[in-house]
């Protein structure tokens, strides 16, 4: 049976698929809204429950298909949290009754008409939301930063004061999206990534374009990266677009002469204003810059923002500096793509890689020589780092923790060199969370190399 649309739905009552942030804020959002509401949750534990029971809702804990096929008989709509995998049989049973999917988006755009900027990409998404969001913050508007943060735009519209949302649009949250139709939308990059989650890499970039998808003509600027076939691909020819691109790439807002410009050719800052000027920043910088003032921000602000923006945390972030060696903790890099990003602005690297592979091929790696000479291989995927890198550098193996990782690393290391954390997967098989693994290996460092190498 065809879903029903999804906006001509009326939202009575509606099931949510995990009670994470996202699912906590969608139940307290629908409730506000009069919508009866069930949760599921697969792994349920005592904090889960108490949500529910806080929430006021019901929670079904770990259905069996037959539980999900009558409970979604009876529903207006599905709502899944982020990163429910595509394979989960929810979605079948939703589809066999006729129930629309529906995300985070839907429900504001149903109840909130302000303007919005979206910001997807494989790499760079919270970087250039940050970056978007102070520049505004800056030309005295009220904006904020949501969707794929600590705060969901559906949580976010909750506060009037708001003038202008900037939405990390994180492709769990797009896949699942009926319609999605940001004042500027920006498209960073495109890579392999979530193939734990999406069903396949068409999947996964089907959900990225949904971000361009449901823009119409005359309504709606589309942000696009010059240099990135993929993301040139998936244009939506009846919307206006403006690229990006770093010098020679013909892009429309690019660097020239040393100066990062608009599409109109107004100068914005020299490079070497900048405090971060590595390939991927630059490339970061005009995006936000462009999406800043397409959504009101002034000249005065832009420029200021670029001079001042230091980068965030675990994005090739220099720990320290000492006997010749700069350290920097990449941690927040989960993909090969994302690794090769980090490392094409250094001369020469020592490469700390590996953690929980979530489905890529990290063969991908091999590209990273040159710069890279010599890498570390760590946690369960330490296999797969060394097969990409082997007969290509000099690789050491390491399965005992941080601090040894980084004393082999500070032997592999010589003057000269830039010993980069850039992991290429996840941390989930020694650590929570890839800042909990960027602040171990921050920690080994400094005890390593001692106070005069701290980072200036």
């Known amino acids: 049976m065809a879903q029903r649309a999804a906006e001509q739905v009326a939202l009575r009552s509606v099931v949510v698929l995990g009670l994470g942030v996202t699912g906590r804020a969608v139940v307290r959002a629908l409730r506000d809204h009069g919508a009866d509401v069930t949760a599921v949750d697969d792994h349920p534990t005592d904090a889960t429950r108490g949500a529910a029971a806080s929430l006021g809702v019901e929670l079904l804990e770990s259905p069996s298909e037959q539980d999900l096929a009558e409970l979604l008989a009876g529903a207006d709509a599905l709502l899944p949290s982020p990163g429910v995998p595509d394979r989960h049989p929810a979605f079948a049973a939703a589809e066999r009754a006729g129930v629309p999917v529906m995300s985070e988006f839907d429900l504001a755009g149903r109840w909130d008409d302000r303007p919005m900027v979206a910001v997807t990409g494989t790499d760079g998404k919270t970087t250039v939301t940050t970056m978007v969001t102070e520049m505004l913050r800056a030309s005295g508007r009220r904006a904020v930063a949501c969707g794929n943060t600590e705060t969901p735009l559906v949580e976010a519209i909750a506060d009037p004061a708001t003038e202008v949302f900037v939405v990390e649009a994180s492709s769990f949250r797009l896949a699942h999206s009926q319609r999605f139709r940001p004042d500027v939308a920006v498209w960073l990059n495109f890579a392999p990534d979530h193939l734990d989650v999406h069903e396949s890499l068409a999947a996964y970039e089907a959900a990225k374009a949904k971000v361009w998808r449901d823009l119409t003509e005359g309504e709606g600027l589309a942000v696009a990266n010059a ?54 920043d630059l490339a970061n910088a005009l995006a936000a810059s462009v999406a800043a003032v397409a959504a009101g921000a002034d000249l005065d602000a832009v420029r200021a923002v670029l001079r001042s923006f230091q980068g ?98 500070a032997r592999l290391a010589r003057p000269g060199d830039a010993v980069v954390l850039s992991p290429g997967c996840t941390s989930f098989d020694w650590f929570g969370s890839y800042a909990e693994r960027g602040d171990a290996f921050a920690s080994a460092v400094r005890a390593l190399v001692g106070a005069e190498g701290q980072a200036r």
């Open 227 to 280: 240099e990135d076939p993929v993301v040139l691909a998936n244009r939506n020819a009846t919307v206006e677009t403006v690229t990006f691109g770093l010098e020679g790439s013909g892009a429309d807002a690019t660097v020239e002469a040393g100066e990062l410009r608009l599409p109109d050719g107004t100068p914005l800052v020299r490079v070497d204003e900048l405090p971060r000027t590595l390939p991927h």
């Open 312 to 409: 965030l945390a675990h994005r090739v972030q220099l720990v320290a500096d000492a006997d010749g060696v700069r350290w920097y903790d990449d941690s927040k890099a989960t993909t090969p793509h994302a690794t090769l990003a980090a490392v094409s602005g250094f001369a020469s690297v020592v490469l700390v890689a590996g953690g929980r592979n979530k489905g890529l091929d990290l063969s991908e790696l091999r590209a990273t020589v040159p710069p890279v000479r010599a890498a570390v291989a760590m946690g369960e995927a330490a296999g797969e780092i060394e097969a990409a890198l082997s007969g290509r550098c000099e690789v050491v193996t390491v399965g005992t923790g941080m601090a040894d990782v980084v004393a082999a690393a």
